[in-house]
Structures are given as C-alpha cells and as structure tokens.
C-alpha cells in the first residue's frame, strides 16, 4: 500500500515560488501517474497538475499552466510541484495522489491514494 507524504508548504509573498515534494513509500510507485489537488476553505478540492509515470505526458488547470511545473524522480520515489508567480487566490492546501493508470487524470475520482496534505499560503 502506497502511502503520500507532502512537505514544502508555507507562506510567502505573492509573486514568490514554493517547490512541494510528495515522498511516496510502502509499496511500489512503479506505474502510478501522480497529481497535485488543492482545496481552499469553503470550496471543492481542485485539480492543480498531473504527471504520468514517465513524466511524459502532464496535464495543468489552465490558470497555473505557465506558472507550475510538475516532475517526478522515480528513483526517489518522489513527485515535485514547483510554484512559481504565486499570487493570493493559489493559497490552499494542497495534496498530492496516486493513480494505478499510464494517463494522468484530473478528476480526484481518478486517484485512489492521497497524502495528508501541505498548507500554502500567498500574503498579498
């Protein structure tokens, strides 16, 4: 069984970056495609990014497309989210997940094993 752990979250200035890392262990990640989700207070869980297993094929939500970037060291069983330009509205806290699929998909439907979650937080 799979299990997630997120670090890197905190708070910094708009216009700042944070990188997030997502550790995987207990099992194998061979094969899984990761995402990142996020979720601020008193909305639904969104998708933010998604990468197959080879990194190959991403996948963003259009308004942080030019801003983060989603990569992944197999050998480190580790996937990354680096956040650049961030700006107030991408505060949340943000969980990374794992899908047993080749494609990357966006809905969290698509993921059966989440992390705890890392809080970020974007001062204006």
């Known amino acids: 069984q799979v299990q997630l752990v997120e670090s890197g979250g905190g708070l910094v200035q708009a216009g700042g970056s944070l990188r997030l890392s997502c550790a995987a262990s207990?099992?194998?990640?061979?094969?899984?495609?990761m995402g990142w989700f996020r979720q601020a207070p008193g909305k639904d869980p969104e998708f933010v990014a998604a990468?197959?297993?080879?990194?190959?094929?991403?996948r963003y939500l259009s308004s942080v497309r030019s801003r983060f970037t989603i990569s992944r060291d197999n050998a480190k069983n580790t996937v990354y989210l680096q956040m650049n330009s961030l700006q107030p509205e991408d505060t949340a806290v943000y969980y990374c997940?794992?899908?047993?699929?080749?494609?990357?998909?966006?809905?969290?439907?698509?993921?059966?094993?989440w992390g705890q979650g890392t809080q970020v937080t974007v001062s204006s």
């Open positions: 997940a794992a899908a047993r699929t080749t494609t990357p998909g966006t809905s969290r439907y698509d993921y059966g094993t």
């Open positions: 207990g099992g194998t990640f061979t094969g899984y495609a």
């Open positions: 990468t197959s297993w080879s990194g190959g094929n991403t």
